[in-house]
């Protein structure tokens, strides 16, 4: 069974640091590109970042380049979210996905987890 599950998320404070994990199981996980979005209360889904099935390309959107790093270990079936120097405006639940397609539009993907809070507040 086609399964994602993301961890790593909680509370923290402007300025600090989370890493959020996205564990895969029940498909062949190196033929799929996989991206992170995520969606405030009251916003359309927005995607942050993908990295492609061999780890070769990733992308990331303007709000979180050069905070957030994508990263993957194949051997592991799991894809990493790194994000520094969190901000308020970047609280909302974050949701790994997967797919044939590679990039930031959320219609390309067809495998999504169930999500997990981020929230950045002091």
């Known amino acids: 069974q086609f399964q994602l599950v993301e961890s790593g998320g909680g509370l923290v404070q402007p300025g600090g640091s989370l890493r959020l994990s996205c564990a895969a199981s029940?498909?062949?996980?190196?033929?799929?590109?996989i991206g992170w979005f995520r969606q405030a209360p009251g916003n359309e889904r927005e995607g942050v970042s993908c990295i492609s099935s061999s780890g070769g390309s990733t992308t990331y959107a303007d709000s979180v380049k050069g905070r957030f790093t994508i990263s993957r270990d194949n051997a592991k079936n799991t894809v990493y979210l790194q994000m520094n120097s969190l901000k308020p405006e970047d609280t909302a639940v974050y949701y790994c996905a997967a797919g044939a397609y590679y990039g930031l539009g959320a219609r390309g993907y067809d495998y999504w987890g169930q999500g997990i809070q981020v929230t950045v507040s002091s």
């Open positions: 029940g498909f062949t996980f190196d033929y799929y590109s």
